[in-house]
């Protein structure tokens, strides 16, 4: 029976870590100007990699580095069409950053 409580415990505190963890990954993707363009792209419809490098004077590389940083912080998804990657924004994520600002207020 403790055994269970202990374990209960340590599992809440961990998922209220990986929470926290998650979240700071939004705030910093958020953070950065040029993801927050991306996002605002991705917001007007799903793009592959290539449609969004055309959008940006900086090398595809930083364009693919941004977007891996957007889907660790699960704020887009991605989805194989064919050869391309489609990448779209994932609503649902962006509900937990607006909820801790609005608990803010």
Request: net charge positive; glycine share 2%.
């Amino acid at each position: 029976f403790l055994s269970y409580h202990i374990k209960s415990y340590i599992n809440i505190d961990f998922m209220k870590y990986e929470k926290s963890d998650l979240l700071d990954k939004k705030f910093k993707a958020l953070a950065n100007p040029t993801r927050r363009e991306i996002l605002i792209l991705l917001s007007k419809k799903p793009l592959n990699a290539g449609e969004i490098a055309t959008k940006f004077t900086i090398s595809f590389a930083s364009i693919s580095h941004h977007l891996q940083k957007l889907e660790a912080s699960k704020l887009i998804i991605s989805k194989h069409i064919g050869i391309n990657i489609q990448y779209s924004l994932c609503i649902s994520e962006f509900e937990e950053v607006y909820l801790w600002i609005a608990n803010l207020i």
